[in-house]
């Protein structure tokens, strides 16, 4: 089958994009092909295959020009990682910008809600919102990566739960890692004495940068590593922090540090946890973040009720760093490769072909 794969922005250190490239692959080796459609945002060398590209900005903008090119001329079935008029099956992959608006009224000053209503991206999204979780699509299937996420659409838009399939993130194959960690560790300049937290993500203010910041500053002496993108201005000042930029090599900072952090507002299901928690760190998060769910609790780290508990979060380090054993780690690396991106293209596959229920 031909499946169109429909996202319009790009980040090299994304979860979505990194999820949708992993899935084109997998989708490859089942047999099938893959069309992405997307926006001029992704580059030429981050797709191998066949490509339509929209001279579209904005999300309302390529919504439109996607309804006008009329995808399933195009595949037979149209899978969408964006918020669009219409499509045969949409991964919620990036939540609910409802609940989003809703989790972090508490973490902002109180006007920025109203100067947020006056904004037209967040009009637009929550438009396309509406429309994509359309109760009154009856052949729409939704899948949602956590039960979080699956609960929100249900609670938020009246979306029958038997037209919503909750598949978890996957992983690629492991591959040998053995020699990078102290090579990667000695390109940082980071000692084998070094305690090294790693933060990894994009849009840093629902992502809780300056939470895991405050947070690092009270420990003893740990680092805190930060890979993506995010603005600068409103993160509080620290020496213990390395803000390292866009990384594409992601998966040797997790084998070089030694825990991962995440005091995420919102978080469907972050893909980094999952990755931090197959390189063998332990993951300290929230309750927030669609991973937790998981998550064996005592074992792979922990998921904090509140993002802004600064306290808690420095508590939190010092007990995992005390608890960490060869054994431990192990044991995370096991148990994360449980979630394969191979099961979740088996998954994802049986829930596009196979008619809803429950509507």
């Known amino acids: 089958m031909k499946f169109a794969l429909v996202r319009r922005g790009y980040s090299p250190s994304?979860?979505?994009?990194?999820?949708?490239?992993?899935?084109?692959?997998?989708?490859?080796?089942?047999g099938h092909q893959p069309l992405l459609i997307a926006s001029p945002h992704w580059p030429a060398e981050a797709w191998n295959g066949e490509r339509i590209t929209l001279q579209a900005d904005g999300p309302r903008a390529f919504?439109?020009?996607?309804?006008?090119?009329?995808?399933?001329?195009?595949?037979?079935?149209?899978?969408?990682?964006?918020?669009?008029?219409?499509?045969?099956?949409?991964?919620?992959?990036?939540?609910?910008?409802?609940?989003?608006?809703?989790?972090?009224?508490?973490?902002?000053?109180?006007?920025?809600?109203?100067?947020?209503?006056?904004?037209?991206?967040?009009?637009?999204?929550?438009?396309?919102?509406?429309?994509?979780?359309?109760?009154?699509?009856?052949?729409?299937?939704?899948?949602?990566?956590?039960?979080?996420?699956?609960?929100?659409?249900?609670?938020?838009?009246?979306?029958?739960?038997?037209?919503?399939?909750?598949?978890?993130?996957?992983?690629?194959?492991?591959?040998?890692?053995?020699?990078?960690?102290?090579?990667?560790?000695q390109s940082l300049g980071l000692a084998d004495s070094d305690f090294a937290i790693l933060f990894a993500g994009s849009g840093w203010e629902r992502k809780g940068l300056r939470f895991a910041i405050e947070a690092v500053n009270r420990t003893r002496d740990a680092q805190l590593l930060v890979a993506g993108a995010g603005k600068r201005n409103a993160l509080p000042s620290s020496a213990?922090?390395?803000?390292?930029?866009?990384?594409?090599?992601?998966?040797?900072?997790?084998?070089?540090?030694?825990?991962?952090?995440?005091?995420t507002i919102y978080d469907p299901f972050s893909n980094a946890c999952l990755e931090a928690m197959a390189a063998g760190l332990p993951v300290i998060t929230t309750q927030a973040n669609g991973f937790a769910e998981v998550m064996r609790r005592g074992l792979d780290g922990e998921a904090l009720p509140n993002p802004a508990d600064i306290p808690s979060i420095?508590?939190?380090?010092?007990?995992?760093?005390?608890?960490?054993?060869?054994?431990?780690?192990?044991?995370?690396?096991?148990?994360?490769?449980r979630h394969t991106i191979e099961e979740n293209v088996r998954q994802t596959l049986v829930a596009l072909t196979t008619p809803p229920h429950g509507s």
């Not at 213990?240 to 005091?263: Q, S």
């Open 14 to 30: 994304g979860g979505a994009e990194r999820y949708l490239l992993r899935f084109a692959d997998a989708l490859r080796d089942a």
């Open 63 to 185: 919504a439109d020009a996607l309804r006008k090119l009329d995808p399933r001329s195009h595949c037979d079935i149209v899978f969408s990682l964006e918020r669009v008029w219409d499509c045969d099956a949409y991964r919620a992959g990036d939540g609910v910008h409802r609940a989003w608006l809703d989790r972090r009224r508490p973490f902002e000053a109180p006007w920025r809600p109203w100067f947020r209503a006056l904004q037209s991206r967040h009009r637009e999204i929550l438009e396309l919102e509406r429309a994509v979780f359309d109760p009154n699509a009856a052949s729409r299937i939704i899948i949602a990566n956590s039960r979080m996420v699956a609960d929100e659409i249900t609670r938020f838009f009246g979306f029958p739960p038997g037209r919503i399939r909750v598949i978890y993130n996957g992983l690629p194959p492991a591959r040998d890692s053995a020699d990078r960690r102290a090579v990667t560790r």
């Open 240 to 263: 213990h922090t390395r803000l390292l930029g866009e990384v594409t090599g992601i998966r040797d900072l997790m084998e070089a540090a030694d825990l991962f952090l995440l005091p």
């Open 314 to 337: 420095a508590a939190a380090i010092e007990k995992w760093r005390a608890l960490e054993t060869p054994a431990t780690r192990a044991s995370r690396r096991q148990e994360a490769r």
